[in-house]
């Protein structure tokens, strides 16, 4: 494998919105670019359970934590790791489990995870 075949692992924050799904449908059409590494949601836990069964992410966060238990339910079978909070997007943006972010989180909500994804580079 050369180094322009690299699979590219992707981050999708805000995952359930209109930018992210187009994303997603992007990622399917291109499996041999890109890799789903991480999903995030606020608060639209079913759908963000449908794609990470789907896209077999390593971390997915639910921002409304009152919705946790439910999607760490859903994906018990899974090796998904379950993360809530806003605390735990920023944490997550931190990370370096990923190579590109997608900020697709609407307005100042997606802004503390942008900056930590950007210092953490």
């Known amino acids: 494998m050369t180094l322009d075949h690299v699979i590219k692992r992707i981050a999708i924050f805000?995952?359930?919105?209109?930018?992210?799904?187009?994303?997603l449908e992007v990622i399917a059409a291109n499996t041999d670019k890109f890799s789903v590494e991480v999903l995030t949601a606020n608060s639209n836990d079913e759908l963000l359970v449908q794609q990470a069964l789907k896209y077999n992410p390593n971390i997915v966060?639910?921002?409304?934590?009152?919705?946790?238990?439910?999607?760490?339910?859903?994906?018990?079978?899974?090796?998904?790791?379950?993360?809530?909070?806003?605390?735990?997007?920023?944490?997550?943006?931190?990370?370096?489990?990923?190579?590109?972010?997608?900020?697709?989180?609407?307005?100042?909500?997606?802004?503390?995870?942008?900056?930590?994804?950007?210092c953490s580079r």
């Open 14 to 23: 805000g995952s359930t919105g209109s930018v992210g799904i187009q994303a």
């Open 61 to 118: 966060v639910i921002g409304d934590e009152s919705k946790y238990a439910a999607v760490k339910k859903a994906l018990s079978g899974t090796q998904v790791k379950v993360f809530a909070g806003d605390k735990s997007l920023e944490e997550v943006a931190g990370m370096d489990c990923y190579d590109l972010m997608l900020a697709g989180i609407v307005g100042y909500a997606g802004l503390r995870p942008t900056l930590q994804a950007k």
